[in-house]
């Protein structure tokens, strides 16, 4: 007959033991709860959960291993064998034990006979370990799926683990599941945000490539052009070149949309604008050389609107631009505006003229006819240009930069680049730390008066 003391004593031990597995359970969780948010590695997390193991279990080695069913490999997070680092041979397709608990979801414990039964199931082994006496794992579950597995091993002793160490691992195991696959999905997203980051840094190089290095300075004028774009890559682009007989390109445009995709219709809009304004040979069609600058710009649009409508229409993808050539020896600037923000043109007398849109924007409508106009600049006229990123950029208070009225004055002895340096610091300061949504292109243009 057993005596109700020792009953009553069993009782308490049985219920130690009970509150000693479960304080130990609460102290992994506990650790990692602290090392998610002390942590940014997610390496430490794995290696703070696999100690915390170690300190529990009498075990010569501990491994946490990764699952991934899309790939269907399992990569050792960590490996520790009689307290040493054991070489991970990094992703790799399951095999032996692991396999089998992949397969059934079900903890393997093996107390004998643990190199006969890991040969049969084709168990690997890390190089430089030993095949141990005894192995336990148990699977890692987020909802139905296994994501990774928890494997003791004794290399010393066979029946090493017991049931109570099943249903510990198994608890401990269902208590970090969560914990450890948060940590290896913010894992895979810095990595593919690495690789996001790698790609649009290739992208703004590449793009950054399509915009001029300098830009033409002809005797008696100043041009200034400056780009801040709200994303890695921009939809806005401006271009200043040389043409035949003393003529200068003057591009300002702006891609609808935003982002990678906008980006590369702009080095397209770009390049064909360019390509076909270069073209001698519509410029020779014309007897009156006086009219070559018109037929450059016609052409231009005219074969860029309907390369763009015919070959990518489906994208709804277009662009407003604004396309000048500019007489350097006389200051007449012959234009198209194709559905831009009207460049405004300053003169020293107070003169305000707006360079109104003459068409629709490029790519919407196949054989859009382009009106041509032209003006004359005077020494110590400005023309300034931009996109609509500059007037649409928005306050804390939801105002536009272009709500308060502004516009553009002459410098006052400033050079363009510091002119337009100073329009983009009143952007910013007007901003006040507010998120730029839309890209800002700045072009300037003056003729330099002759005291210049």
Known sequence: MIHPVENLQAQIDQLKQKLLQREAELAIINSVQQGLVAHRDVQSIYDLVGDKIREIFDAQVVMLSTYDQHSHTVEHRYAIERGQRVFSPGPHPPGGFRAEIIQTRQPILINSGVAEKAARLGQPTLPGTVTPKSWLGVPLFIGEQVTGILSLQSIDEENAFGESHVRLLQTLAASM????????????????????????????????????????????????????????????????????????????????????????????????????????????????????SAVRLRQAFSLTNNYMVETHGETGMFATIF??????????????????????????????????????AVGVRADTVYSVRELLLERGDLLFACTDGLT?????????????????????????????????????????????????TMLAVRYCPLSQ
């Open 177 to 292: 599941s969560l914990a450890l696959e948060n940590a290896r999905l913010w894992e895979q997203e810095q990595l593919y945000r690495r690789a996001l980051e790698s790609e649009f840094e290739i992208g703004r190089r590449i793009q950054a490539g399509f915009l001029p290095n300098s830009l033409p300075q002809p005797e008696g004028w100043e041009i200034a052009a400056q780009l801040q774009p709200a994303r890695e890559v921009a939809g806005d682009f401006y271009d200043v070149f040389e043409l035949p007989d003393e003529r200068i390109g003057l591009v300002i445009a702006d891609v609808c949309d935003k982002g990678l995709g906008a980006a590369l219709f702009m080095t397209l809009f770009r390049s064909l604008m360019r390509a076909v304004a270069n073209l001698d040979f519509y410029a020779r069609e014309v007897p009156d050389e006086g009219n070559a």
């Open 323 to 360: 396309f000048g050539i500019l007489d350097i020896r006389t200051g007449r600037l012959t234009y198209i505006n194709g559905g831009h923000l009207p460049p405004i043109l300053l003169s020293a007398p107070g003169r305000r003229q707006l360079l109104s849109p003459t068409g629709p």
């Open 392 to 440: 649409d950029a928005v306050n804390p208070a939801g105002k536009t930069f272009g709500e308060q009225g502004w516009e553009p004055a002459l410098p006052d002895g400033q050079d363009l680049k510091t002119f337009l340096g100073e329009i983009q610091t009143q952007i910013d300061d007007f901003a006040a730390g507010a998120r730029q949504h839309d890209d800002i």
